[in-house]
């Protein structure tokens, strides 16, 4: 598979011919690359950055809430129950849209890298729902030992996810840059990854997906996004935040 390079200024077909600039790609915390392209991946990190910063507060609070503290522990069923929806909402979309239009344009090489993540995608999905029943035990019975698997099983699944993603950001969106335009890109993640949510889920997502996000970098995401995505955050931030402190209770979050 050719990787693409990041050129230091746009090419150009002539002198009155200049190549749009690629878009700055953004970092955010515990990602593993950015590659630079022709195409904009700043929803793509932002939705792994939330992925990631859940299943460490979800490690965090299987280890540290008490087997007893029921109103904790339905808090936090509920909230695992919207994680594991984005998640699946995410991945299907890959799976049905971006592996699918990828395989058909890049080499040996890069089919091997995209079977490998719908491969992962497969790894994934038995552990988390072995997530699912334990908080749904634990949201209803003091289980110590259901506590005690749960801790395992979600040490398992950031470990499983956190490789899953690191592949992800390191190679298939690599590819991504190097055979896909921006406009392409965007009708992708209209038809696969936007369609089907109802307003309600949109609001939903927005606080849960900017949370932890670092200031400047919330900053340019909304720059990116839209006026319309901000005012979503600032109606419902508050009420997430609250919910939060709810379901975390036992977890020093920042």
Known sequence: MTTT???TTPTATS???VLPAWPEQLRFPGQAAAHPGPVDMT???VMHHAFRRDLTAFAAAATATPAGARTTWRALA????AFAAALHHHHSGEDAGLWPLLLDRTDDEGRAILEAMEAEHAEIDPILQACAAGFARLSTHADDDARSALAIRLTAAKSSLGRHLEHEETLAIAIVQEVMTNEEWQELEEVHFR???RPAQ???LVPWAMHQVPAPLRRTVFGRSGRPHHLMWLLTRRRFEQRERVAFAYVDRP
């Open 5 to 7: 390079t990041d050129p």
């Open 202 to 204: 949109v609001l939903a």
């Open 43 to 45: 929803m793509m990190y």
């Open 195 to 197: 369609s089907g949510l």
């Open 15 to 17: 002198s009155h011919d």
């Open 78 to 81: 509920a909230r695992w129950d």
